[in-house]
C-alpha cells in the first residue's frame, strides 16, 4: 500500500499507466466487451465497476490535451433502444479532472481502436454501453 494512491488500482494497472506515453490509449471496458480477445495487455479489476475505477485512473493519469477527443465512448448501434445513464456518471468524474470534448465512436469502429491500445482494463460493469478509452497526455509541471 502507498499513501495518496487509490486502493482500486493494482500494481499491474499502476505499471501500466506508469508505462503509458503520450498519445497511447487504454480502454476500460465493461462486462460484456471482447477484451481478452481484442487486448495487447490485458489487466482484469473483476468485481468493481468503470466509474470507480474511472475516477481513480483519473486522479494520476494527464488526459491528452493535444488531441481533439482525448476520451472516446463506444457509441449505441443506430435503433438501439438502449438508455445510457452512465454516460453522464463518466461526464461529471471527467469534468472534475479536466474539461475535454468526448467523442462518440461507432461500435466496429471502437473494437479496431481497442486492438491497437496500450491495454484494456476488463472490469465487472453491467451498464450497456460503458466501454471508455482514454488518451494519455503529459505532464507539465
Not at 481497442?114 to 491495454?119: L, M, S
Not at 482494463?121 to 507539465?140: D, F, H, P, R, W
Amino acid at each position: 500500500m502507498l499513501k495518496g494512491i487509490p486502493s482500486i488500482l493494482s500494481p499491474e494497472l499502476l505499471k501500466v499507466l506508469m508505462e503509458m506515453g503520450h498519445g497511447d490509449e487504454i480502454i476500460l471496458a465493461d462486462g460484456n466487451f471482447p477484451a481478452a480477445s481484442h487486448a495487447n495487455r490485458l489487466l482484469r479489476s473483476d468485481g468493481h465497476g468503470v466509474p470507480e475505477l474511472l475516477e481513480a485512473v483519473l486522479s494520476l493519469f494527464p488526459l491528452d490535451t493535444y488531441s481533439e477527443y482525448p476520451v472516446a465512448l463506444m457509441a449505441k448501434v443506430p435503433g438501439d433502444q438502449v438508455d445510457t445513464p452512465i454516460w453522464e456518471v463518466y461526464e461529471e468524474i471527467i469534468r472534475t479532472h479536466a474539461l475535454p470534448q468526448i467523442e462518440h465512436v461507432e461500435r466496429f469502429a471502437f473494437y479496431e481502436r481497442a486492438k491497437k491500445a496500450y491495454a484494456i482494463v476488463a472490469t465487472s460493469e453491467k451498464a450497456l454501453y460503458a466501454n471508455i478509452i482514454l488518451k494519455k497526455g503529459v505532464i507539465s509541471e
